[in-house]
């Protein structure tokens, strides 16, 4: 039996597994009794509070994987009190101060949110492990998330079967455009040059495309607008644009290198006070 080691995390002002997990950055988590687990690749961390902070627990060999994953070498102090110079932002921080952008897998996060398109989480969660029960490679309690060239063989039926809808045919596509590209290689394009990349991309649009440019490649300078960071720049900052890719281009031009930061609590802030309104 391979050995566990654990991640002490001290600073819970700037680490909260819930602000984490469920700021709508990803999709393969659970709750459990004493906090959550979370995958990633093949990889499997479970989070607990103790007296002193939280617990991350993983594998001894995948210790550096998870604090590189939860981005704990990055000084969330430092960013958030640079963004509380900008109106609204000291209330969207306050409330979703553990908040922390987690440096995922560009692939995994290409097909999750090429799924999440017009989906509900609760849609995207089952279509996910749906595909990764049935193509995963079986660990000791879960699936890993299977590999371009296992995902790239499944035809439309197996996509629709999982729950995909009309996205079914769009991932089919999406993959096999996948095997013509380096998704390492193109880590080294300028923002706007990978932008394009991934928009040629079936399924990937502009505000998925921002989210994998965030959430998958780190990329700071973006600022995915939905429904809810709509609702920000209209209701909040009394913005006068109505085309989702101008409202983004304007959000990054009042935040700049911190765009993606600001998004991320921004978004947690707006989409939860609306769901306490409507409790």
């Avoid at 990764?132 to 000791?140: A, D, P």
């Avoid at 455009?177 to 649009?205: A, C, F, P, W």
């Amino acid at each position: 039996m391979e050995k566990t080691s654990i991640i002490k995390v001290e600073n819970a002002n700037d680490f909260n597994p819930t602000h984490i997990l469920e700021c709508g950055q990803i999709f393969r988590y659970t709750k459990t009794n004493q906090g959550y687990r979370v995958i990633s690749l093949d990889k499997k961390a479970e989070i607990y509070k103790d007296k002193t902070g939280y617990i991350i627990k993983c594998k001894e060999k995948d210790i550096e994987y998870f604090r590189n994953f939860f981005d704990l070498n990055t000084d969330y102090s430092k960013i958030k009190n640079h963004l509380k110079n900008y109106p609204l932002l000291d209330s969207a921080i306050n409330f979703g101060n553990g908040i922390r952008i987690l440096k995922q897998n560009p692939f995994e996060v290409i097909i999750s949110f090429i799924i999440s398109a017009n989906n509900r989480i609760v849609r995207i969660q089952k279509s996910i492990e749906y595909i990764c029960s049935n193509l995963g490679e079986k660990k000791t309690d879960f699936f890993a998330f299977p590999t371009l060239a296992t995902l790239s063989k499944q035809d439309e039926k197996f996509f629709l079967q999982a729950g995909l809808g009309y996205r079914a045919k769009q991932m089919v596509k999406a993959l096999q455009q996948l095997k013509t590209l380096d998704l390492v290689e193109l880590e080294k394009l300028e923002t706007n040059r990978l932008r394009e990349k991934l928009i040629s991309i079936s399924g990937i649009g502009p505000k998925v495309a921002d989210c994998i440019l965030l959430f998958g490649y780190g990329r700071q300078d973006v600022f995915p607008v939905d429904t809810w960071i709509d609702k920000v720049y209209k209701e909040n900052l009394k913005g006068k644009e109505t085309n989702r890719k101008k409202i983004a281009f304007d959000l990054v031009k009042i935040f700049g290198l911190y765009s993606g930061y600001a998004q991320q609590y921004l978004f947690y802030w707006k989409r939860s006070l609306k769901n306490e309104t409507n409790k």
